[in-house]
């Protein structure tokens, strides 16, 4: 018999808001991180805007796996937070990832959300390097780790090595999934696809 394993995945959505409603297109997308926390699978998520000023926006979500992604999708709970967005976002381009590297794809122009099925053409959509994705998790997970291990050894020294590594994973993996990861790869965007950093762009 054929075991399947759960694959998560990453979806990757591009959309368009007035500029002058920047701070209304946050909130709004709080709003929506906070909803799908609350369903089961939920891994993490993340935006950012293309540049200050700008009027595109990417939002990346992640669930463990296509099932618990499709109960998020088709909840009502994510059908109010669409709908209450009329008017002020316009959704642009939605694409799906499996595996850890979705965190790292940058949205890609190959399925266009508003246009009919067949209507939009596929591309091959560019993905770092694997070596800049590895620096990238070695980055987010190396002064985690360390901490974690500093403090486990100051403060529960006595516990049994498998219990103490135990706790460790249990506490790094969420911090790593929710918080860090999606934070240092935004910060990291510009490099990761091999475009100029924003202190240079800044000076041109």
């Known amino acids: 018999m054929t075991t399947t394993h759960a694959v998560p995945v990453t979806v990757a959505i591009a959309r368009r808001a007035d500029p002058a409603r920047a701070h209304e297109m946050v909130a709004w997308m709080r709003a929506g991180t906070g909803l799908?926390?609350?369903?089961?699978?939920?891994?993490?998520?993340?935006?950012?805007?293309?540049?200050?000023?700008?009027?595109?926006?990417?939002?990346?979500?992640?669930?463990?796996?296509?099932?618990t992604l499709s109960r998020w999708e088709e909840s009502p709970q994510r059908h109010w937070w669409l709908t209450s967005a009329q008017g002020i976002v316009e959704h642009t381009r939605v694409e799906r990832r499996t595996g850890i590297e979705g965190w790292f794809d940058p949205p890609a122009d190959h399925v266009v959300e508003v246009l009919p099925a067949g209507d939009a053409e596929?591309?091959?959509?560019?993905?770092?390097?694997?070596?800049?994705?590895?620096?990238?998790?070695?980055?987010?997970?190396?002064?985690?780790?360390?901490?974690?291990?500093?403090?486990?050894?100051?403060?529960?020294?006595?516990?049994?090595?498998?219990?103490?590594?135990?706790?460790?994973?249990?506490?790094?993996?969420?911090?790593?999934?929710?918080?860090?990861?999606?934070?240092?790869?935004?910060?990291?965007?510009?490099?990761?696809?091999?475009?100029?950093?924003?202190?240079?762009?800044?000076?041109?």
């Open 36 to 67: 799908a926390e609350t369903f089961p699978g939920f891994l993490g998520a993340g935006w950012v805007q293309n540049a200050p000023g700008s009027p595109e926006w990417h939002m990346l979500y992640r669930f463990a796996d296509h099932e």
């Open 122 to 204: 596929p591309a091959v959509p560019v993905t770092p390097p694997r070596w800049k994705q590895a620096v990238t998790i070695w980055l987010a997970f190396f002064p985690l780790s360390l901490t974690a291990t500093l403090l486990t050894a100051r403060f529960i020294a006595d516990v049994p090595l498998a219990l103490r590594t135990l706790l460790m994973t249990l506490c790094l993996t969420p911090l790593m999934t929710y918080l860090v990861l999606p934070r240092i790869t935004r910060a990291l965007h510009w490099w990761l696809h091999g475009q100029p950093a924003p202190w240079r762009a800044r000076r041109a």
